[in-house]
Structures are given as structure tokens and as C-alpha cells.
Nanobody, 125 residues
Framework: QVQLVESGGGSVQTGGSLRLSCAASGRTFSTYSMGWFRQAPGKEREFVSVISRNGLIRYYADSVKGRFTISRDNAKNTVYLQMNSLKPEDTAAYYC??????????????????WGQGTQVTVSS
């Protein structure tokens, strides 16, 4: 069983920055690829970013590329999402997720086995 706890959400103005953290339980964090997803009210969940087990491969949604950076610290069992140049359309609940099947690096949330409870990000204009 893996437990994921997100933190770092909040309210910022357009152009601001936030850093989300996702702390994982257990001793096998380094064997999971980790993803970030988001869901805005009335919209479907969408892929944001994913990082490989060793942190060397990272993929981003086109909508956040160049503004968001995913990283991980396997010694701290934590994955991060640095969000810069935030826009109102980034407003959503953000979720981290763990894929225990290695580096599939999927953009499909259905392929992730464990999810955090989410942290809200609100960007005002």
C-alpha cells in the first residue's frame, strides 16, 4: 500500500509561482514513476507531468511545458511540481499519482494505482 499526501497549494495571482509537494509512504518510492494530474470544476482530469523512477525522464502536457517543472527526491520519498508563470486556466485541484509498474510514463490516469487526496491551486487574474 502506498499513501500519497500533497501539499503546497494555494491562491496566487497571474504570473505567480507555487511549488507542490507529494510525500509518499513506504520504502519503495524509487521504484514508482510519479505523475501529476489536475482537475478543474466541471472538467475531466488531465495529465500534467510525469517523471521516471530515476528522475532523468520527464514529460509535460503542452499546456504547462516551459512553465512547470517536475522533480523528485528519492531519499525524501517526495515528488515536486514547480509551477511558474501561473495562469487562471491552471486553476484546479492537483493530484499526484504513483505507477508501481515501472517507467511506463503514461499520460493516462487509469494506469496509476495510487493517488493523493489533492491540493487546490487557484490563480486569479
Amino acid at each position: 500500500q502506498v499513501q500519497l499526501v500533497e501539499s503546497g497549494g494555494g491562491s496566487v495571482q497571474t504570473g505567480g509561482s507555487l511549488r507542490l509537494s507529494c510525500a509518499a509512504s513506504g520504502r519503495t518510492f524509487s521504484t514508482y514513476s510519479m505523475g501529476w494530474f489536475r482537475q478543474a470544476p466541471g472538467k475531466e482530469r488531465e495529465f500534467v507531468s510525469v517523471i521516471s523512477r530515476n528522475g532523468l525522464i520527464r514529460y509535460y502536457a503542452d499546456s504547462v511545458k516551459g512553465r512547470f517543472t517536475i522533480s523528485r527526491d528519492n531519499a525524501k520519498n517526495t515528488v515536486y511540481l514547480q509551477m511558474n508563470s501561473l495562469k487562471p486556466e491552471d486553476t484546479a485541484a492537483y493530484y499526484c499519482a504513483a505507477d508501481v509498474h515501472g517507467d511506463r510514463l503514461s499520460r493516462d490516469g487509469n494506469e496509476y494505482e495510487y493517488w493523493g487526496q489533492g491540493t487546490q491551486v487557484t490563480v486569479s487574474s
